[in-house]
């Protein structure tokens, strides 16, 4: 059986919470990058990198001192998804913007990505997660009357091919 873990950042313990769930449905390692390093990705067959976002789209800094080192990696024949948490009522016009920084590390690494959502059922002005009317990943607000039915939705995409 492939094997999934998921590395998140969480300052005040919102996206740790959503990783819980998600590792929970999913069978999940679940690693905080707090105190885990780049090289823990090694086994992992399928790979969730997740954090929140600060300061007009900054990845959580556990994460952002940490994104940089990703290209140390080996992610050809990883299937990887990218999960962001921000606050679309506050922070519209930078909605998850730091999970963005995941693609951009790895889009040249030969790692497949999966876990792509529409932005439709989004309410913000400008992410850098967006791609026409896709995000690169599951986008979370706990502020989102929808975000258990957007969680459950992505899981029943992502666990087939997690499998
Ligand atoms: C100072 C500050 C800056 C923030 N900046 C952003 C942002 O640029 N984009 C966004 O989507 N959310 C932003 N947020 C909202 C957080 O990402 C959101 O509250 C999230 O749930 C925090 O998750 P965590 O507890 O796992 O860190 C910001 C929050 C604070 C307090």
New binding site residues.
Partial sequence: MSKTGIFYA???????AFAKQIAEQLGADLHNMKDTGVEAIAPYDNVILMA???????L?EDWGAKVKLLHTVDFAGKKVAIV?????E??PD?????SADFFDKLRFSGAQFVGDVCVCGYNFTFSRMQQGQRLLGLCL??GDAKVQEKIEEWLKVVKPLFA
């Fill in positions: 969480s300052k005040g313990g919102v996206t740790e929140s976002s600060y300061f007009f789209g900054a959580q962001g948490v921000g606050s679309q506050r922070h930078s909605f998850c913007s730091g607000d706990k």
